[in-house]
Nanobody, 128 residues
Framework: QVQLVESGGGSVQAGGSLRLSCAAS????????MGWFRRAPGKEREFVAA????????FYADSGKGRFTVFRDNAKNTVYLQMNSLEPEDTAVYYC?????????????????????WGQGTQVTVSS
């Protein structure tokens, strides 16, 4: 079992930055693929970013490329999402998700159904 707890959300103006954190319990965090998803009001949950075991492989949705960076510190059992140049369209509840993988990554890293563990979410609000 893995428990995930997000933090770092808040309210910022457009152009600002936030760093989200997701702290994981459990001894095998380093064997989990981690993803970030978000759900905006009235919209479906969507993929934001994913990171493999070692952090050497990352994927991003087009909406965040060049603005968002996902990275992890396995010694701290924590994955981060650095968000820069935030836009009002980034307003959403952000969730981290985890899936154990024996091979370092999962094929459908952008599919929320792929992940087994979820945090409670953290609200990000970007004002214009």
């Amino acid at each position: 079992q893995v428990q995930l707890v997000e933090s770092g959300g808040g309210s910022v103006q457009a152009g600002g930055s936030l760093r989200l954190s997701c702290a994981a319990s459990g001894r095998t965090f380093s064997r989990y693929v981690m993803g970030w998803f978000r759900r905006a009001p009235g919209k479906e949950r969507e993929f934001v970013a994913a990171i493999a075991w070692s952090g050497g492989t990352t994927f991003y949705a087009d909406s965040g490329k060049g603005r968002f960076t996902v990275f992890r510190d396995n010694a701290k059992n924590t994955v981060y999402l650095q968000m820069n140049s935030l836009e009002p369209e980034d307003t959403a509840v952000y969730y981290c998700a985890g899936k154990f993988s024996p091979v370092g990554m999962v094929y459908r890293f952008d599919d929320s159904d792929e992940y087994d563990y979820w945090g409670q979410g953290t609200q990000v609000t970007v004002s214009s």
